[in-house]
Protein backbone atom coordinates (compact mmCIF):
# COMPACT_ATOMS: atom_id res chain seq x y z
CA UNK A 1 0.00 0.00 0.00
CA UNK A 2 0.90 3.67 -0.67
CA UNK A 3 1.90 5.09 2.39
CA UNK A 4 4.46 8.25 2.23
CA UNK A 5 5.09 10.86 0.04
CA UNK A 6 8.25 9.09 -1.51
CA UNK A 7 5.94 6.25 -2.90
CA UNK A 8 2.73 7.20 -3.28
CA UNK A 9 2.92 7.91 -7.30
CA UNK A 10 2.45 5.31 -9.22
CA UNK A 11 5.53 4.42 -11.58
CA UNK A 12 6.37 3.97 -15.17
CA UNK A 13 3.54 0.95 -16.37
CA UNK A 14 5.38 -0.24 -19.14
CA UNK A 15 4.13 -1.47 -22.87
CA UNK A 16 1.24 -4.04 -22.62
CA UNK A 17 0.72 -5.23 -25.88
CA UNK A 18 3.11 -5.01 -29.15
CA UNK A 19 1.04 -2.44 -30.59
CA UNK A 20 2.38 -0.20 -27.66
CA UNK A 21 6.03 -1.72 -27.81
CA UNK A 22 6.14 -0.26 -31.39
CA UNK A 23 4.87 2.77 -30.45
CA UNK A 24 7.89 3.24 -27.79
CA UNK A 25 10.70 1.90 -30.59
CA UNK A 26 9.11 3.88 -33.33
CA UNK A 27 9.98 6.86 -30.47
CA UNK A 28 13.17 5.83 -29.93
CA UNK A 29 13.60 5.96 -33.89
CA UNK A 30 12.89 9.50 -33.75
CA UNK A 31 14.80 10.33 -31.27
CA UNK A 32 18.11 8.59 -32.47
CA UNK A 33 17.51 10.10 -36.57
CA UNK A 34 16.91 14.07 -34.78
CA UNK A 35 20.01 13.50 -32.61
CA UNK A 36 22.18 12.21 -35.17
CA UNK A 37 21.50 14.41 -38.40
CA UNK A 38 19.88 17.19 -36.21
CA UNK A 39 16.69 17.06 -38.06
CA UNK A 40 13.38 18.15 -36.13
CA UNK A 41 11.44 14.97 -36.38
CA UNK A 42 7.63 14.56 -35.32
CA UNK A 43 4.88 11.44 -34.31
CA UNK A 44 1.61 11.81 -35.03
CA UNK A 45 -1.00 12.84 -32.27
CA UNK A 46 -0.64 10.81 -28.90
CA UNK A 47 -3.18 9.79 -26.33
CA UNK A 48 -2.82 10.35 -22.92
CA UNK A 49 -1.69 6.51 -22.37
CA UNK A 50 0.55 7.04 -25.90
CA UNK A 51 2.82 10.33 -24.52
CA UNK A 52 3.75 8.60 -21.19
CA UNK A 53 5.04 5.69 -23.65
CA UNK A 54 6.48 8.52 -25.73
CA UNK A 55 8.18 10.53 -23.08
CA UNK A 56 9.71 7.26 -21.28
CA UNK A 57 11.29 6.37 -25.15
CA UNK A 58 12.62 10.20 -25.08
CA UNK A 59 14.67 9.41 -21.37
CA UNK A 60 15.56 5.85 -22.82
CA UNK A 61 17.12 7.47 -26.22
CA UNK A 62 18.87 10.53 -23.60
CA UNK A 63 17.00 13.13 -25.56
CA UNK A 64 16.41 16.23 -24.21
CA UNK A 65 15.06 18.47 -26.90
CA UNK A 66 11.67 17.20 -26.78
CA UNK A 67 8.00 19.12 -26.07
CA UNK A 68 4.08 17.79 -26.83
CA UNK A 69 2.16 20.41 -28.62
CA UNK A 70 -1.78 19.74 -29.97
CA UNK A 71 -2.06 23.01 -31.12
CA UNK A 72 -3.33 24.66 -27.79
CA UNK A 73 -2.44 24.80 -24.48
CA UNK A 74 -5.14 22.39 -23.14
CA UNK A 75 -4.78 19.93 -25.43
CA UNK A 76 -5.45 16.40 -24.89
CA UNK A 77 -4.11 14.71 -27.88
CA UNK A 78 -0.24 15.86 -28.23
CA UNK A 79 2.40 15.63 -30.97
CA UNK A 80 5.73 14.74 -29.89
CA UNK A 81 8.02 17.68 -31.22
CA UNK A 82 11.78 16.62 -31.46
CA UNK A 83 13.55 19.49 -31.98
CA UNK A 84 17.17 19.46 -31.91
CA UNK A 85 19.00 22.72 -30.68
CA UNK A 86 20.18 24.84 -33.98
CA UNK A 87 17.35 23.12 -36.04
CA UNK A 88 14.79 25.00 -38.27
CA UNK A 89 11.10 23.64 -36.73
CA UNK A 90 9.02 22.31 -39.17
CA UNK A 91 4.72 23.54 -37.63
CA UNK A 92 3.26 19.90 -38.05
CA UNK A 93 -0.23 21.12 -36.93
CA UNK A 94 -3.23 22.55 -38.77
CA UNK A 95 -6.04 24.86 -37.27
CA UNK A 96 -9.26 23.83 -39.32
CA UNK A 97 -12.92 25.62 -38.57
CA UNK A 98 -15.42 23.95 -39.34
CA UNK A 99 -18.87 26.03 -39.19
CA UNK A 100 -22.29 23.87 -39.32
CA UNK A 101 -24.93 25.70 -41.38
CA UNK A 102 -27.29 24.89 -39.11
CA UNK A 103 -31.40 25.58 -39.90
CA UNK A 104 -33.96 26.86 -37.75
CA UNK A 105 -34.47 23.70 -34.56
CA UNK A 106 -31.81 21.82 -35.96
CA UNK A 107 -29.66 20.38 -33.65
CA UNK A 108 -25.75 20.75 -33.58
CA UNK A 109 -23.45 17.97 -34.30
CA UNK A 110 -22.11 16.36 -31.24
CA UNK A 111 -18.09 15.29 -31.22
CA UNK A 112 -18.64 11.92 -32.05
CA UNK A 113 -20.48 13.22 -35.28
CA UNK A 114 -17.66 15.20 -36.34
CA UNK A 115 -15.08 12.24 -35.42
CA UNK A 116 -17.21 9.94 -37.24
CA UNK A 117 -17.12 11.79 -40.54
CA UNK A 118 -13.69 12.75 -40.39
CA UNK A 119 -13.00 9.20 -40.12
CA UNK A 120 -14.68 8.26 -42.63
CA UNK A 121 -13.18 10.30 -44.94
CA UNK A 122 -10.74 7.45 -44.25
CA UNK A 123 -8.21 9.63 -42.15
CA UNK A 124 -6.32 7.62 -39.74
CA UNK A 125 -6.68 8.63 -35.71
CA UNK A 126 -2.54 9.88 -35.34
CA UNK A 127 -3.64 12.27 -38.65
CA UNK A 128 -6.08 14.23 -36.02
CA UNK A 129 -5.87 15.52 -32.79
CA UNK A 130 -8.62 17.45 -30.68
CA UNK A 131 -11.71 18.67 -31.74
CA UNK A 132 -13.16 21.50 -29.98
CA UNK A 133 -16.70 23.65 -29.66
CA UNK A 134 -15.99 27.43 -30.68
CA UNK A 135 -16.66 29.27 -27.25
CA UNK A 136 -18.67 31.88 -28.55
CA UNK A 137 -20.08 30.41 -31.90
CA UNK A 138 -22.75 27.32 -32.20
CA UNK A 139 -22.26 24.83 -34.17
CA UNK A 140 -19.00 25.20 -35.18
CA UNK A 141 -15.85 23.80 -33.91
CA UNK A 142 -11.88 23.63 -34.06
CA UNK A 143 -10.16 20.65 -35.34
CA UNK A 144 -6.36 20.34 -35.30
CA UNK A 145 -4.87 17.96 -37.49
CA UNK A 146 -1.80 17.55 -39.48
CA UNK A 147 -0.95 19.09 -42.60
CA UNK A 148 -2.11 16.10 -44.78
CA UNK A 149 -5.14 15.34 -42.75
CA UNK A 150 -6.10 19.28 -42.94
CA UNK A 151 -6.09 19.30 -46.86
CA UNK A 152 -8.23 16.30 -46.78
CA UNK A 153 -10.45 17.84 -44.56
CA UNK A 154 -10.44 21.09 -46.50
CA UNK A 155 -11.42 19.57 -49.90
CA UNK A 156 -13.57 16.84 -48.85
CA UNK A 157 -15.36 17.31 -45.57
CA UNK A 158 -18.91 18.73 -46.74
CA UNK A 159 -21.40 17.11 -44.56
CA UNK A 160 -21.78 16.38 -40.77
CA UNK A 161 -24.25 13.61 -40.13
CA UNK A 162 -27.33 15.84 -41.87
CA UNK A 163 -25.72 18.87 -41.84
CA UNK A 164 -24.22 20.87 -44.23
CA UNK A 165 -20.44 22.48 -43.15
CA UNK A 166 -18.00 24.82 -44.57
CA UNK A 167 -14.00 24.02 -43.60
CA UNK A 168 -11.74 26.94 -43.82
CA UNK A 169 -7.64 26.56 -42.70
CA UNK A 170 -6.82 29.21 -40.05
CA UNK A 171 -3.86 31.09 -38.56
CA UNK A 172 -2.48 30.10 -35.25
CA UNK A 173 -3.11 33.34 -33.89
CA UNK A 174 -6.79 33.16 -35.01
CA UNK A 175 -7.39 30.05 -32.88
CA UNK A 176 -9.70 31.44 -30.08
CA UNK A 177 -8.98 31.26 -26.20
CA UNK A 178 -10.55 27.91 -25.14
CA UNK A 179 -12.03 27.97 -22.05
CA UNK A 180 -10.08 25.35 -19.25
CA UNK A 181 -12.52 22.77 -17.29
CA UNK A 182 -13.01 24.01 -13.78
CA UNK A 183 -12.93 20.77 -11.72
CA UNK A 184 -14.17 20.42 -8.31
CA UNK A 185 -12.28 19.09 -5.58
CA UNK A 186 -14.17 16.02 -3.70
CA UNK A 187 -12.97 14.44 -0.54
CA UNK A 188 -14.19 11.37 0.85
CA UNK A 189 -13.01 8.39 3.56
CA UNK A 190 -12.20 4.80 2.46
CA UNK A 191 -11.32 1.89 4.86
CA UNK A 192 -8.52 0.95 2.06
CA UNK A 193 -6.66 2.22 -0.61
CA UNK A 194 -7.65 -0.78 -3.05
CA UNK A 195 -9.32 0.40 -6.45
CA UNK A 196 -12.61 -1.74 -5.59
CA UNK A 197 -13.05 0.87 -2.26
CA UNK A 198 -11.65 4.23 -3.63
CA UNK A 199 -13.75 3.04 -7.39
CA UNK A 200 -16.86 2.61 -4.94
CA UNK A 201 -16.24 6.36 -3.21
CA UNK A 202 -15.94 8.29 -6.01
CA UNK A 203 -18.74 6.30 -8.29
CA UNK A 204 -21.30 6.58 -4.61
CA UNK A 205 -21.53 2.69 -4.86
CA UNK A 206 -21.12 -0.47 -3.13
CA UNK A 207 -17.38 -1.73 -3.20
CA UNK A 208 -19.37 -5.06 -4.96
CA UNK A 209 -21.02 -2.85 -8.16
CA UNK A 210 -17.18 -1.39 -8.64
CA UNK A 211 -15.65 -4.52 -8.41
CA UNK A 212 -18.15 -5.39 -10.89
CA UNK A 213 -17.42 -2.45 -13.12
CA UNK A 214 -13.99 -3.99 -12.82
CA UNK A 215 -14.36 -7.47 -13.76
CA UNK A 216 -16.38 -6.44 -16.96
CA UNK A 217 -13.45 -4.15 -17.89
CA UNK A 218 -15.15 -1.18 -18.03
CA UNK A 219 -12.12 0.64 -15.85
CA UNK A 220 -8.91 1.85 -16.61
CA UNK A 221 -6.25 3.30 -14.19
CA UNK A 222 -3.69 5.74 -16.35
CA UNK A 223 -5.34 4.62 -19.63
CA UNK A 224 -4.33 0.54 -18.83
CA UNK A 225 -6.71 -1.65 -18.29
CA UNK A 226 -7.45 -2.84 -14.67
CA UNK A 227 -7.77 -6.45 -13.94
CA UNK A 228 -7.80 -6.75 -10.02
CA UNK A 229 -10.51 -4.92 -7.79
CA UNK A 230 -7.56 -5.80 -4.82
CA UNK A 231 -4.72 -3.62 -6.93
CA UNK A 232 -3.41 -0.69 -5.10
CA UNK A 233 -4.13 2.75 -5.70
CA UNK A 234 -1.99 6.03 -5.60
CA UNK A 235 -1.58 9.68 -5.90
CA UNK A 236 -2.24 11.44 -9.30
CA UNK A 237 -3.92 8.05 -10.53
CA UNK A 238 -6.69 8.78 -13.58
CA UNK A 239 -9.67 6.48 -13.54
CA UNK A 240 -11.37 5.95 -16.68
CA UNK A 241 -14.53 4.15 -15.78
CA UNK A 242 -16.69 3.14 -19.35
CA UNK A 243 -20.14 4.86 -19.15
CA UNK A 244 -19.82 6.28 -15.86
CA UNK A 245 -17.02 9.30 -16.32
CA UNK A 246 -13.44 9.81 -15.58
CA UNK A 247 -11.97 10.76 -12.54
CA UNK A 248 -7.95 11.82 -10.62
CA UNK A 249 -6.93 10.97 -7.62
CA UNK A 250 -5.36 14.12 -6.83
CA UNK A 251 -4.41 13.53 -2.81
CA UNK A 252 -4.16 10.86 -0.41
CA UNK A 253 -3.84 13.60 2.90
CA UNK A 254 -3.98 11.10 5.65
CA UNK A 255 -6.06 9.30 8.22
CA UNK A 256 -8.97 10.16 9.64
CA UNK A 257 -9.64 10.09 13.58
CA UNK A 258 -11.91 6.63 12.62
CA UNK A 259 -8.76 5.19 11.75
CA UNK A 260 -10.17 5.36 7.47
CA UNK A 261 -7.68 7.03 4.34
CA UNK A 262 -8.44 9.82 3.50
CA UNK A 263 -8.83 10.71 -0.37
CA UNK A 264 -9.17 13.97 -2.68
CA UNK A 265 -10.35 13.55 -6.02
CA UNK A 266 -11.82 15.31 -8.71
CA UNK A 267 -14.46 14.26 -11.80
CA UNK A 268 -13.84 15.14 -15.00
Not at 66 to 76: C, H, N, Q
Not at 94 to 105: N, P, T, Y
Request: glycine share 8%; charged share 25%; net charge neutral.
Amino acid sequence: MPSSEKDDVRGFVPPQNDEERILLRHAEDLARIALQRGIPRYSGFLSDREQILAEAAMHKAGCDCWRFDGGWPGAERRVLCIEPKGCAPAPTICAVRIACRLVAGAAAPQHKDYLGSLMGLELKREALGDIVPDPEEQGTVWVFATKTAAGVILSELLRVGNITVHCEQAEQSAVPDFPQAEHKAQTATVSSLRLDAVLAAMLHCSRGQAAELITAGRVEINHVAATSAHAPVYRQDLFTVRGKGRFQLTDLPGKSKKDRYIISYFQF
